[in-house]
């Protein structure tokens, strides 16, 4: 079992950052691939990013490439997304979600999820 919790999010401008940061505890963080999911009013929940265990491979969204970073210290049980160049659209609920399988990208996928952390970008 791993129990995760996010933290980060918050109100920001349009064209602004946030890195929200996914606290992992339970069994050994290197044992899972990580993923950043999110949703947001009326919507599915909706992939962002994942990264491997040993940060070998990330995969993205395309609605988010090149804006967003994904990326994980396994010695502080972390996951973290950098989130620059936001826009009112990445609104959402960000959840961290945790896999057995080595690039997981489907919700199913992911065994343990977090609470989510709220996302808000203003114009």
Known sequence: QV????????LVQAGGSLRLSC???GRTFSNYAMGWFRQAPGKEREFVATISRFAGYTYYADSVKGRFTISRDNAKNTLFLQMNSLIPEDTAVYYCAASGIGRPVLSYEYAYWGQGTQVTVSS
């Open 3 to 10: 129990q995760l919790v996010e933290s980060g999010g918050g």
């Open 23 to 25: 606290a992992a505890s």
